[in-house]
Nanobody
Framework: QVQLVESGGGSVQVGGSLRLSCAAS????????MAWFREAPGQVREEVAR??????????HSVEGRTGRFTISKDNANNILYLQMNSLEIDDTAMYYC???????????????WGQGTQVTVSS
């Protein structure tokens, strides 16, 4: 069973950048469907980006507007999922989670695995 640990969150100013990491252990994630979610206080958890194998990643409308604002990627050799976040906005403030499903892009429990999250705070 895969375990996920996020890191890389922090506090940045508007326009700054962060790179989140999600280290996986217990299984190799090469063919997993992997995703980043975020949850802001009082709001519904939102899927930010997902990728599976060699398929083209997909992004939420809120982060895909500007080319290169958010990029999801995976280091298969080191079993790590990344989320590069550029041009950060105040509305990007949230707890960010990574999630994994070995077979399908379905992140509902119990078939999906989740990390504990890493906090991103963007201020003016």
């Amino acid at each position: 069973q895969v375990q996920l640990v996020e890191s890389g969150g922090g506090s940045v100013q508007v326009g700054g950048s962060l790179r989140l990491s999600c280290a996986a252990s217990g299984d190799t994630i090469n063919e997993y469907c992997m995703a980043w979610f975020r949850e802001a206080p009082g709001q519904v958890r939102e899927e930010v980006a997902r990728m599976k194998g060699l398929r083209q990643p997909t992004y939420a409308h809120s982060v895909e507007g500007r080319t290169g604002r958010f990029t999801i990627s995976k280091d298969n050799a080191n079993n790590i999922l990344y989320l590069q976040m550029n041009s950060l906005e105040i509305d990007d403030t949230a707890m960010y989670y990574c999630a994994a499903n070995r077979l399908f892009c379905d992140f509902r429990p119990p078939s999906a695995h989740w990390g504990q999250g890493t906090q991103v705070t963007v201020s003016s």
